[in-house]
């Protein structure tokens, strides 16, 4: 217990030393220990206490909430993404090598603030998830998607720590621009059987979250090859995460679209042959041309599959 405490001492030293002063303060901020317990908690309770609450209940029918939750999102999202061009983007930052700006600069503390509610807006996707366990759509609760949602907070809680700003934000630009897509996808989607016409641009949707992450993988291990004065082991932190959830979302993207449906085949009946013949009386039974009952002997030892 002594060591960990002195652990524990040691890392959050480490934090008041090398963190940005400017977002040591703020909420959720001063360790990253409350954010893991948020994120174990977030599992905890779409993998295990969610279906568990649900497991004798009928699913909740909650469709208005799910058009106003995503309409929401879609503008939080679309927020985001322009907080994040007015932070650098649009006109200040290079996409080549883009340095943490610390200093109290305007633009500079914009983005600062643009990175923490980018930071936030991972909590309040922890609802999708919530949402699919209350309606009993636990097949959406898939492993790709508890790794994202359950990843991001603690990820993204680094880089508001350590570089509010510069190179990184990429990630947040091109992942906010991809939500207000998302969403309105999901929002479109909630209001019922009417808008599946619509709704045709699914498969598409998953193509662009994989763009999205290789445009990442890209821009962010281009600074293994220049100089540039951003933190290398950000560069790795930020590309192995895309790298991740590219070949995560690959791989959904094959087990949905790419893979052939296979028909199902019309189950044959069994036959089991008889080896050997009862009695003199039934075999005199065949040989006379008289059954004495062995034809419905016989039609009785055909076996159907269970379930005809």
Same mark, same amino acid.
């Given at each position: 217990?002594?060591?960990?405490?002195?652990?524990?001492?040691?890392?959050?030293?480490?934090?008041?030393?090398?963190?940005?002063?400017?977002?040591?303060?703020?909420?959720?901020?001063?360790?990253?220990?409350?954010? %893991?317990?948020?994120?174990?908690?977030?599992?905890?309770?779409?993998?295990?206490?969610?279906?568990?609450? @649900?497991?004798?209940? +009928?699913?909740?029918?909650?469709?208005?909430?799910?058009?106003?939750? =995503?309409?929401?999102?879609?503008?939080?999202?679309?927020?985001?993404?322009?907080?994040?061009? *007015?932070?650098?983007?649009? +006109?200040?930052?290079?996409?080549?090598?883009?340095?943490?700006?610390?200093?109290?600069?305007?633009?500079?503390?914009?983005?600062? /603030? #643009?990175?923490?509610?980018?930071?936030?807006? +991972?909590?309040?996707?922890?609802?999708?998830?919530?949402?699919?366990?209350?309606?009993?759509?636990?097949? /959406?609760?898939?492993?790709?998607?508890?790794?994202?949602? !359950?990843? @991001?907070?603690?990820?993204?809680?680094?880089?508001?720590?350590?570089?509010? !700003?510069?190179?990184?934000?990429? &990630?947040?630009?091109? =992942?906010?621009?991809?939500?207000?897509?998302?969403?309105?996808?999901? *929002?479109?989607? #909630? $209001?019922?059987?009417? $808008?599946?016409?619509?709704?045709?641009?699914?498969?598409?949707?998953?193509?662009?979250? @994989?763009?999205?992450?290789?445009?990442? $993988?890209?821009?962010? &291990?281009?600074?293994?090859?220049?100089?540039?004065?951003?933190?290398?082991?950000?560069?790795?932190?930020?590309?192995?995460?895309?790298?991740?959830?590219? %070949?995560?979302?690959?791989?959904?993207?094959?087990?949905?679209?790419?893979?052939?449906?296979?028909? #199902?085949?019309?189950?044959?009946?069994?036959?089991?042959?008889? +080896?050997?013949?009862?009695?003199?009386?039934?075999?005199?039974?065949?040989?006379?041309?008289?059954?004495? !009952?062995?034809? #419905?002997?016989?039609?009785?030892?055909?076996?159907?599959?269970?379930?005809?």
């Amino acid at each position: 217990m002594a060591l960990i405490l002195q652990y524990i001492n040691d890392m959050q030293g480490f934090m008041d030393k090398y963190g940005d002063p400017r977002t040591n303060q703020w909420f959720l901020m001063s360790s990253p220990i409350p954010t %893991f317990l948020i994120c174990l908690s977030y599992v905890y309770l779409v993998k295990v206490l969610g279906p568990r609450f @649900m497991e004798n209940r +009928k699913p909740f029918e909650l469709k208005n909430v799910l058009i106003v939750y =995503n309409f929401l999102q879609v503008l939080f999202s679309a927020w985001l993404f322009y907080e994040s061009l *007015m932070g650098g983007w649009l +006109k200040y930052y290079s996409l080549r090598c883009q340095p943490v700006d610390y200093s109290d600069n305007p633009v500079a503390t914009r983005m600062v /603030h #643009a990175c923490w509610w980018y930071y936030f807006s +991972k909590f309040t996707e922890f609802f999708d998830t919530i949402f699919f366990v209350l309606r009993k759509k636990f097949d /959406h609760v898939s492993t790709l998607h508890v790794i994202h949602h !359950g990843v @991001m907070p603690m990820s993204v809680w680094f880089g508001v720590k350590f570089t509010p !700003g510069g190179h990184s934000t990429f &990630f947040g630009l091109l =992942n906010t621009f991809v939500h207000i897509i998302m969403y309105t996808y999901y *929002m479109l989607a #909630a $209001m019922g059987p009417q $808008m599946r016409r619509y709704l045709w641009w699914k498969k598409y949707l998953t193509t662009l979250q @994989m763009v999205q992450f290789i445009g990442i $993988m890209v821009h962010a &291990f281009q600074l293994l090859f220049i100089d540039c004065d951003y933190p290398r082991a950000f560069v790795w932190w930020i590309g192995m995460h895309a790298v991740m959830f590219f %070949f995560l979302f690959k791989d959904f993207y094959n087990q949905s679209y790419s893979k052939p449906k296979v028909r #199902a085949k019309s189950p044959q009946p069994v036959t089991t042959e008889i +080896k050997e013949v009862y009695k003199n009386g039934l075999k005199n039974g065949y040989t006379n041309g008289h059954t004495n !009952g062995a034809g #419905a002997f016989v039609r009785a030892r055909t076996v159907l599959p269970a379930g005809n």
